[in-house]
């Protein structure tokens, strides 16, 4: 578990809901359901109607990682590419066989299937990386769903400020509405900038930034069986992977 994310928006919530406590303000104050109905649904709505289906679904899968972000073991993975690039060595490249066959990721099972086949370096490296680039791609623009919704989320505050005035104005005759549609006006706001600054933007960046670390591990790994491939001495593969620490 990510424990900088739980620190974040407890420290990020906390200190606002704390400065409004020692300001002399209440909980209650800041609880508004129409407020909150019209920023959390118009936000959804507004990127249910921007997201392709395939897209937002995978925003919700992809939505784990701001907590539990992929464990990557980089150092592991260089220990076992440098195996593979000894038994390369040593019986050849159909020493392999049985590496592939006990490989439980199916990225690195993919690339030395190639190996094993006997495919030219450069083609190893293009198809492994046409792949990936697939998926980054498709995972940035799940990460973009967020995004989206922290540049939405404020501006739906203002229409739901606007919609409470417009409250206020209506009822004039009558004070006893007046304070319902002020709190809708003033709280709305609030939500849809501090749900967007405190939580929508932030998850986003987060997530591409673990989208970055993994795709850089595929990397590592694509670079790794291409060093086999060339016949490089297994030393050298070592070293050359040592940079991606």
Avoid: C
């Avoid at 209506?170 to 900038?193: M, R, W």
Wanted: proline content about 4%; overall charge negative.
């Amino acid at each position: 578990m990510d424990i900088l994310t739980i620190l974040g928006v407890i420290i990020g919530f906390g200190a606002i809901l704390g400065g409004n406590f020692m300001d002399g303000g209440h909980l209650s104050a800041l609880i508004n359901g129409p407020a909150a109905l019209i920023v959390l649904g118009g936000t959804i709505g507004a990127v249910l109607l921007q997201s392709p289906a395939k897209i937002f679904f995978g925003s919700l899968k992809l939505l784990s990682w701001v907590l539990f972000p992929p464990k990557l073991k980089l150092k592991q993975s260089i220990t076992k590419i440098i195996e593979w690039s000894e038994i390369a060595r040593r019986e050849g490249l159909l020493g392999l066989e049985a590496v592939v066959d006990d490989e439980e990721d199916e990225f690195a099972k993919k690339g030395m299937q190639l190996l094993v086949d006997g495919a030219e370096p450069e083609v190893i490296r293009d198809i492994l990386m046409l792949e990936l680039e697939a998926l980054e791609e498709r995972q940035l623009l799940s990460a973009k769903v967020f995004e989206s919704m922290g540049s939405y989320a404020p501006t739906i505050g203002i229409i739901g400020a606007v919609m409470g005035l417009i409250h206020v104005m209506q009822n004039l005759s009558d004070p006893s509405k007046l304070g319902a549609g002020i709190a809708t006006a003033f709280v709305a706001t609030i939500y849809g900038v501090g749900l967007a600054n405190l939580l929508f933007i932030p998850m986003a960046s987060k997530l591409k930034v673990q989208i970055q670390a993994y795709s850089q591990s595929r990397e590592m790994m694509i670079e790794g069986i291409a060093a086999i491939a060339e016949g490089e001495n297994p030393r050298n593969v070592e070293i050359k992977l040592q940079g991606y620490l």
